[in-house]
């Protein structure tokens, strides 16, 4: 049994690094066949979609992840049912007032076709990928997860590079489109595998209104802290322009990777075991899979940062456009705000695994008006850094925050200390 799970889980980091390989490939192809100013719409496109499907999401899976893991797969069905209903919905509602992004100039209309496509395909994707986590289906999360991400960033790329007439961003986001199709068809083969039962059952307006008052406040805390990861692109572009988004795009697209790698080789096996060893009240259990996360997360860190900062200037050249070189100061900070991006998940996973929710929401909270005065400050002085610099201040205060919840809320035994 060990040695399949260790196969399976081999076999899960591979098929991840395979995706973030394709991913870094495709963000440096990308910046290497179109204008910076293409990548940087091609950036503020892709935020504002990850953005937006918070709204349609309404970040319902925290209470799905909690039901389907406390249910037996003969009622299965039904939850998800329910979910999706709720989703047809949010559908309905929250599609027609994103016309606003268009309406407001954010976004050219041109790209709105593929805007409102690319956001139903990637929240069905998404929300399937978060499925198959929940209920231990890692490597099927992975195929997915690949299909979505990974195939197309090397078709598009191939195709390119053999014909000048798809070098642009409709050629890019077709692409990205049709492999959220196929995505979406191998997910719905593998339910089908899976023997998921109850999807005759009637939907339980009831157990969705409980759901929405659960989802709704980690979902405010997840809009703050998203916002930031949105808003940043948009104000890069206020401070120095949509050339410099296309620079910004590059580095954060390059400093992201460690953050998808540990979510394949150290969160998405974790926190499932830190829930069930917290139910179950085995806090040595608890305790090994925390420190691991701990141990794996600076070693993840530590080897990413000194493989990219020797690389990076070297690919930087390969692209030979002077804007990207210019703009080197960038990656470093941006290298930072996810390290500590990362390192702030560890408390992040212990405390949700204890359901202590109001934590989570009072630190993401916090957070984005510290992001906003620290970079309005540097702004005056440091326009081209105010942004990464005010993205470190905000990872670096929900550190301090949600490790100060960690110690006060968790149980003595699960912190190792004896009971007095």
Same mark, same amino acid.
């Given at each position: ?146 299909? /979505?991400?990974?195939?197309? $960033?090397?078709?598009?790329? =191939? @195709?390119? &590079?053999?014909?000048? #007439?798809?070098?642009?961003? %409709? ?38 209104? /409980?759901?929405?008052?659960? $989802?709704?406040?980690?979902? =405010? @805390?997840? &809009?703050?802290?998203? #916002?930031?990861?949105?808003? %940043? ?43 069930? $060893? ?143």
């Amino acid at each position: 049994m060990k040695e399949h799970s260790a196969r399976v889980k081999f076999l899960n980091i591979t098929i991840r690094a395979a995706t973030l390989c394709c991913r870094f490939l495709f963000i440096f192809f990308l910046a290497k066949l179109l204008t910076p100013s293409e990548v940087g719409l091609y950036g503020l496109v892709t935020a504002t979609v990850a953005y937006s499907l918070y709204f349609v999401g309404l970040d319902f899976y925290t209470y799905t992840t909690r039901e389907l893991a406390s249910h037996s797969r003969s009622v299965w069905g039904g939850l998800l049912k329910n979910q999706i209903a709720l989703s047809l919905l949010l559908y309905a509602v929250v599609l027609p007032a994103l016309l606003l992004v268009f309406a407001s100039e954010l976004l050219p209309w041109e790209l709105a076709k593929w805007f409102f496509l690319l956001i139903v395909l990637e929240h069905i994707c998404q929300e399937l990928i978060r499925l198959f986590v929940a209920v231990s289906e890692q490597l099927a999360a992975s195929i997915v997860l690949f299909l /979505r991400q990974g195939t197309w $960033a090397i078709v598009i790329v =191939v @195709a390119m &590079l053999y014909e000048e #007439g798809l070098r642009n961003l %409709d050629a890019v986001f077709a692409t990205w489109a049709v492999a959220c199709v196929v995505a979406i068809a191998f997910s719905i083969r593998k339910l089908g595998s899976m023997e998921v039962k109850g999807w005759s059952a009637r939907i339980d307006r009831e157990w969705i209104w /409980r759901g929405i008052k659960i $989802a709704v406040p980690l979902l =405010v @805390a997840t &809009l703050a802290i998203r #916002g930031i990861f949105t808003v %940043d692109r948009y104000w890069v572009q206020l401070l120095v322009g949509l050339e410099i988004v296309g620079a910004y795009v590059l580095f954060i697209g390059v400093a992201s990777t460690l953050m998808s790698f540990l979510d394949a080789g150290v969160f998405s096996f974790a926190y499932p075991s830190m829930i069930a $060893a917290y139910q179950n009240n085995e806090p040595v259990r608890y305790r090994k899979k925390m420190r691991e996360m701990l141990i794996l997360t600076l070693l993840f860190s530590f080897g990413f940062s000194i493989v990219s900062v020797i690389l990076l200037p070297y690919l930087l050249d390969w692209l030979g456009k002077d804007i990207y070189l210019q703009n080197y100061s960038l990656f470093y900070w941006l290298l930072l705000a996810t390290i500590l991006n990362a390192l702030g998940m560890v408390p992040h996973y212990a405390v949700y695994s204890q359901k202590r929710d109001r934590s989570i929401i009072q630190s993401h909270l916090a957070a984005l008006p510290v992001f906003i005065v620290v970079t309005a400050i540097m702004s005056v002085w440091e326009p081209l850094l105010a942004v990464p610099i005010g993205l470190c201040a905000s990872q670096l205060f929900i550190i301090v925050w949600k490790a100060r919840a960690y110690l006060q809320c968790t149980p003595r035994p699960f912190l190792g200390i004896a009971k007095a």
